[in-house]
């Protein structure tokens, strides 16, 4: 099932910042939980980071931690992925999803992808070196 687009996404310089938003569509499964992926060419989507919606609590893979912070808009229904100090490797189209049912570990983990649904179209973020 289709969901509004996630944005923000781009072409940047090593070193450089991007903000991706994603309405968050939590609300469609009850789950109070919004994960952020990417894939890369020839790779399998993996996790970035999760968000335990209206408590904001959050948690990025170690490959992204100290670069990547996931946040929301409460208000807005959005939330947020402030990429800073980007790397080439992190090349990819970047996916948001909401958790198909509520889980204390989001927020808490790298979230699956075979526990997410409700898929964005994604949006490409290109680091050139």
């Known amino acids: 099932q289709a969901q509004p687009a996630e944005s923000g996404g781009g072409s940047v310089q090593a070193g450089g910042s991007l903000r991706l938003a994603c309405p968050d569509s939590?609300?469609?499964?009850?789950?109070?939980?919004m994960g952020w992926f990417r894939q890369a060419p020839g790779k399998e989507r993996e996790g970035v980071g999760s968000?335990?919606?209206?408590?904001?609590?959050?948690y990025v893979a170690d490959s992204v931690k100290g670069r990547f912070t996931i946040s929301e808009d409460y208000d807005k229904k959005t939330i947020y992925l402030q990429m800073n100090s980007l790397k080439p490797e992190d090349t990819a189209m970047y996916y948001c999803a909401a958790r198909l049912v509520f889980s204390p570990s989001c927020g808490a983990s790298v979230p699956r992808v075979s526990e997410f649904g409700y898929w964005g179209q994604g949006t490409q973020v290109t680091v050139s070196s």
């Open positions: 939590s609300y469609t499964s009850g789950s109070n939980c």
């Open positions: 968000i335990y919606t209206g408590f904001s609590r959050t």
